[in-house]
């Protein structure tokens, strides 16, 4: 919206590219939003999140979010697979899209 020059915002805002947040950081969140609720996740399940989401804001809190709200007092294997299985559901409409917009090349590196 704000980097093509056909948008009606094209260059209006300064951009910056937002960095990772380390997993040390996730995992004093996660966890205390977890606590705060009397819920508990291991810090084992939060870095598989984060290598996951690669630390990416956006994806971290939408697996972490889901978790939560899957979770009835403490996160396990099958809970983590589960919630895991829903995101991807959730979410294949735009892998569909991203994979149709590569072009033959970029699909044959895959």
């Not at 996730?26 to 290598?51: L, V």
Request: aromatic share 16%; glycine share 2%; charged share 30%.
């Amino acid at each position: 919206m704000f980097l093509d020059k056909n948008r009606p915002f094209y260059k209006s805002v300064k951009h910056f590219k937002i960095q990772e947040i380390e997993l040390e950081s996730w995992q004093k969140f996660i966890t205390s939003k977890f606590e705060g609720t009397s819920k508990r996740i291991d810090a084992a399940y939060i870095e598989k999140i984060y290598k996951l989401t690669k630390g990416f804001p956006y994806y971290t809190q939408q697996f972490a979010y889901e978790l939560w709200s899957q979770c009835d007092s403490s996160v396990n294997d099958a809970l983590f697979t589960k919630t895991l299985h829903i995101i991807l559901e959730r979410e294949e409409d735009l892998f569909v899209l991203e994979w149709d917009n590569l072009t033959p090349n970029q699909k044959k590196s895959t």
